[in-house]
């Protein structure tokens, strides 16, 4: 053990460490920084729709504490969806779910913002150009024909879409920037603070029309080409997606994402749309059906569904557990045990920034073990029938362990959320320990990342 920890200490941390200090790196990190507030907002706003402002939720719905049909006399079914209050509340939710569209367009905005402090050329017209071009991009699902509008409209693609309208924007401004010609003439008569936003009326324009042309070319090339990525899906991905290499790979590739400071869910949520959601619901589909008999797990459903990846964000608890732990740094606990209660409902995002764990390479080779490792222990569980497939969706922010019940709709599913907590915590164990001694060797510097 002593010489794995050197070979953390001397080797891996110092070899991860040089992308920590790429400047791309670190403008998206910084991006993250201005949008943590508005992040922890909308997602303890989410909480409160899943939980209480959904007529058809778990609070008012009719398949849960059904006090939706208390508050209108009893009412169920059409009845119930006829009500002003079930319009209301309906309403409402749909507006806070709007929410997540208001953070990436945010997010365009900031990183483009960060990424011209590198690049050069004007801030604001490079954040309100990429956003115009995420507008237009995300707009375009409306022109899809039926079947088409899954692979562009669909949400998946809306996070890659906001990162690659702030990087072209803010790179296509700051190239335009060196042709002088291409600046506007305006009278010298005209105020200062107008006259900076007429001169660079033709790179917003140039810049706006190419995003248009890149849109529309982008989403007809998918039209066009959607027989032939239907049946690659149908016959080929599939399949492939209900081997343990291919599901390794996908939570190889998510978590490195987030390490990078990403997101890693969302950047490849098309694949868990194209393959892991089909399967859940399949699952549901036959549970609803009373397909499945007791003790039933393999042999009537999929293993790799998208609720069953959900054992691997039980890693994230688990690292928190480990720095409270094992961490000799009183910063680190202080943010771990602020974010704590944010972290039980599955509200990641800002600890992995303010502990940090993005760009951290004390944690890279943890964050990227743990989830495989979940991986490979909740497939063998439910492959030899100790724990029933995943049968049944919950929301994002249904804390672990009891997510695992209500998706497997057995105690079993608790069980193993519980096991690979145990097993997280050990994997992050030895690496916090590197990092104290790799603080302490610098100098006892209690508060360095």
Same mark, same amino acid.
């Given at each position: 053990?002593?010489?794995?920890?050197?070979?953390?200490?001397?080797?891996?941390?110092?070899?991860?460490?040089?992308?920590?200090?790429?400047?791309?790196?670190?403008?998206?990190?910084?991006?993250?920084?201005?949008?943590?507030?508005?992040?922890?907002?909308?997602?303890?706003?989410?909480?409160?729709?899943?939980?209480?402002?959904?007529?058809?939720?778990?609070?008012?719905?009719?398949?849960?504490?059904?006090?939706?049909?208390?508050?209108?006399?009893?009412?169920?079914?059409?009845?119930?969806?006829?009500?002003?209050?079930?319009?209301?509340?309906?309403?409402?939710?749909?507006?806070?779910?709007?929410?997540?569209?208001?953070?990436?367009?945010?997010?365009?905005?900031?990183?483009?913002?960060?990424?011209?402090?590198?690049?050069?050329?004007?801030?604001?017209?490079?954040?309100?150009?990429?956003?115009?071009? #995420?507008?237009?991009?995300?707009?375009?699902?409306?022109?899809?024909?039926?079947?088409?509008?899954?692979?562009?409209?669909?949400?998946?693609?809306?996070?890659?879409?906001?990162?690659?309208?702030?990087?072209?924007?803010?790179?296509?401004?700051?190239?335009?920037?060196?042709?002088?010609?291409?600046?506007?003439? $305006?009278?010298?008569?005209?105020?200062?603070?107008?006259?900076?936003?007429?001169?660079?009326?033709?790179?917003?324009?140039?810049?706006?029309?190419?995003?248009?042309?890149?849109?529309?070319? $982008?989403?007809?090339?998918?039209?066009?080409?959607?027989?032939?990525?239907?049946?690659?899906?149908?016959?080929?991905?599939?399949?492939?997606?209900?081997?343990?290499?291919?599901?390794?790979?996908?939570?190889?590739?998510?978590?490195?994402?987030?390490?990078?400071?990403?997101?890693?869910?969302?950047?490849?949520?098309?694949?868990?749309?194209?393959?892991?959601?089909?399967?859940?619901?399949?699952?549901?589909?036959?549970?609803?059906?009373?397909?499945?008999?007791?003790?039933?797990?393999?042999?009537?459903?999929?293993?790799?569904?998208?609720?069953?990846?959900?054992?691997?964000?039980?890693?994230?608890?688990?690292?928190?557990?480990?720095?409270?732990?094992?961490?000799?740094?009183?910063?680190?606990?202080?943010?771990?045990?602020?974010?704590?209660?944010?972290?039980?409902?599955?509200?990641?995002?800002? #600890?992995?920034?303010?502990?940090?764990?993005?760009?951290?390479?004390?944690?890279?080779?943890?964050?990227?073990?743990?989830?495989?490792?979940?991986?490979?222990?909740?497939?063998?569980?439910?492959?030899?029938?100790? $724990?029933?497939? #995943?049968?049944?969706?919950?929301?994002?922010?249904?804390?672990?362990?009891?997510?695992?019940?209500?998706?497997?709709?057995?105690?079993?599913?608790?069980?193993?959320?519980?096991?690979?907590?145990?097993?997280?915590?050990?994997?992050?164990?030895?690496? $916090?320990?590197?990092?104290?001694?790799?603080?302490?060797?610098?100098?006892?510097?209690?508060?360095?990342?």
């Amino acid at each position: 053990m002593e010489q794995f920890f050197d070979w953390v200490e001397r080797s891996f941390v110092p070899w991860a460490g040089h992308f920590s200090g790429n400047k791309y790196m670190m403008a998206i990190r910084d991006t993250f920084y201005r949008l943590i507030p508005f992040i922890i907002v909308l997602y303890v706003l989410r909480i409160i729709q899943w939980a209480v402002l959904d007529p058809e939720g778990p609070v008012m719905g009719e398949n849960g504490m059904s006090l939706g049909a208390v508050i209108t006399g009893g009412l169920y079914g059409e009845e119930y969806q006829a009500t002003a209050f079930y319009r209301f509340f309906h309403l409402f939710s749909e507006a806070i779910s709007f929410s997540y569209i208001l953070l990436l367009m945010f997010l365009t905005m900031t990183l483009a913002i960060q990424l011209t402090k590198i690049w050069g050329g004007d801030k604001s017209l490079a954040a309100f150009c990429a956003l115009g071009g #995420f507008l237009m991009f995300t707009q375009m699902e409306a022109e899809f024909v039926s079947g088409a509008s899954e692979l562009l409209g669909h949400p998946p693609i809306r996070v890659p879409s906001a990162f690659l309208f702030a990087v072209l924007s803010s790179r296509i401004l700051s190239w335009l920037d060196r042709f002088p010609r291409l600046r506007m003439r $305006v009278p010298d008569s005209l105020p200062e603070r107008v006259i900076k936003p007429l001169e660079l009326c033709v790179p917003a324009a140039l810049t706006l029309v190419s995003f248009l042309l890149f849109s529309i070319v $982008v989403t007809r090339l998918f039209v066009a080409s959607y027989t032939e990525i239907d049946y690659f899906v149908q016959t080929t991905f599939r399949p492939a997606s209900q081997t343990l290499v291919f599901a390794l790979l996908y939570q190889g590739a998510t978590w490195l994402l987030w390490w990078c400071g990403l997101f890693g869910d969302s950047f490849i949520e098309i694949f868990r749309d194209f393959a892991y959601w089909p399967a859940q619901l399949a699952n549901q589909a036959t549970a609803a059906a009373s397909m499945f008999a007791q003790g039933d797990s393999l042999a009537q459903g999929y293993v790799f569904t998208s609720e069953f990846f959900r054992t691997a964000d039980v890693h994230v608890l688990a690292m928190a557990a480990a720095v409270l732990v094992f961490s000799a740094n009183r910063r680190w606990r202080s943010v771990t045990w602020f974010m704590l209660p944010f972290l039980v409902f599955n509200i990641s995002l800002p #600890f992995f920034f303010c502990l940090p764990v993005v760009l951290n390479p004390s944690f890279l080779l943890p964050f990227l073990v743990a989830p495989l490792a979940n991986t490979v222990v909740g497939w063998a569980a439910v492959s030899w029938g100790i $724990v029933p497939v #995943f049968q049944f969706a919950t929301a994002g922010t249904v804390p672990v362990v009891l997510s695992g019940v209500l998706g497997t709709g057995s105690l079993m599913g608790g069980v193993l959320h519980l096991v690979v907590f145990i097993l997280d915590v050990f994997i992050y164990a030895p690496f $916090v320990i590197v990092t104290n001694r790799i603080n302490a060797a610098e100098g006892g510097k209690e508060d360095a990342p």
